[in-house]
């Protein structure tokens, strides 16, 4: 390719990339703005999943970006993630039910007690499931939240969003982090806070843009 073309294709780049960023902190600002009141409330909606009762309820008195994180993108297999998830889900129930000790009897349960050192065992495999997800899909398991806690949470709204993306073709992902400033509170009390703006897209999905929540059940 000549260099008049490589040229050509920077050119035409350039314009698309820059719009995915403004799109995505357009989002970022008018979910903001909805918590403040400076905004229309229906911003709130913008979360995806949609917007929980607590953060319906959840405000701000003011924000500033102060700095955002190098755009986050992958594209991968979607059969291959479901997979792969699948498979950690199969490995954290059968971690849950050692871990409750918990064995069928006929109609009964039969409790057993779990030492520190069994419960690692049971849980290395699923350690190992949720490496190897990270490592497949860096960016999608970024966004699942995947090797913590609230990985496993009902809420967590990116289980949702896979549930409806169907298992063929490929999947896209970006992410967008910004740092948040907010001052709260009679003292005025500094705080610093990750706001994300993602987008999924499948051959059976687009998400949109949308705020990652972070509100009533974790945030980080």
């Given at each position: 390719?000549?260099?008049?073309?490589?040229?050509?294709?920077?050119?035409?780049?350039?314009?698309?990339?820059?719009?995915?960023d403004s799109d995505a902190k357009k989002v970022a600002e008018t979910?903001?703005?909805?918590?403040?009141?400076?905004?229309?409330?229906?911003?709130?909606?913008?979360l995806l999943g949609g917007a929980t009762m607590n953060a319906q309820?959840?405000?701000?008195?003011?924000?500033?970006?102060?700095?955002?994180?190098?755009?986050?993108?992958?594209?991968?297999?979607?059969?291959?993630?479901v997979q792969m998830m699948n498979d950690l889900d199969k490995a954290?129930?059968?971690?849950?039910?050692?871990?409750?000790?918990?064995?069928?009897?006929?109609?009964?349960?039969?409790?057993?007690?779990?030492?520190?050192?069994?419960?690692?065992?049971?849980?290395?495999?699923?350690?190992?499931?949720?490496?190897?997800?990270?490592?497949?899909?860096?960016?999608?398991?970024?966004?699942?939240?995947?090797?913590?806690?609230?990985?496993?949470?009902?809420?967590?709204?990116?289980?949702?969003?896979?549930?409806?993306?169907?298992?063929?073709?490929?999947?896209?992902?970006?992410?967008?982090?910004?740092?948040?400033?907010?001052?709260?509170?009679?003292?005025?009390?500094?705080?610093?806070?990750?706001?994300?703006?993602?987008?999924?897209?499948?051959?059976?999905?687009?998400?949109?843009?949308?705020?990652?929540?972070?509100?009533?059940?974790?945030?980080?």
């Amino acid at each position: 390719m000549s260099r008049l073309m490589l040229a050509a294709v920077a050119f035409l780049a350039v314009p698309a990339l820059a719009q995915d960023d403004s799109d995505a902190k357009k989002v970022a600002e008018t979910y903001l703005n909805a918590l403040t009141g400076t905004g229309d409330e229906a911003g709130k909606d913008l979360l995806l999943g949609g917007a929980t009762m607590n953060a319906q309820l959840f405000s701000l008195e003011n924000w500033a970006f102060k700095a955002k994180d190098p755009v986050k993108k992958e594209e991968g297999d979607l059969a291959h993630a479901v997979q792969m998830m699948n498979d950690l889900d199969k490995a954290g129930r059968g971690a849950l039910t050692g871990l409750m000790g918990v064995e069928a009897v006929g109609d009964d349960l039969k409790m057993t007690e779990v030492s520190a050192e069994q419960a690692a065992k049971l849980l290395a495999p699923t350690k190992l499931r949720a490496t190897a997800f990270q490592k497949s899909h860096t960016v999608l398991s970024y966004v699942l939240r995947t090797g913590k806690e609230v990985y496993w949470h009902p809420k967590n709204p990116m289980r949702a969003v896979l549930a409806k993306a169907g298992t063929q073709g490929k999947y896209s992902i970006e992410v967008h982090r910004w740092t948040i400033s907010t001052t709260e509170g009679p003292a005025k009390t500094p705080r610093e806070w990750p706001l994300r703006v993602v987008r999924f897209k499948s051959q059976k999905l687009d998400t949109g843009w949308k705020i990652l929540p972070a509100s009533d059940w974790n945030a980080d």
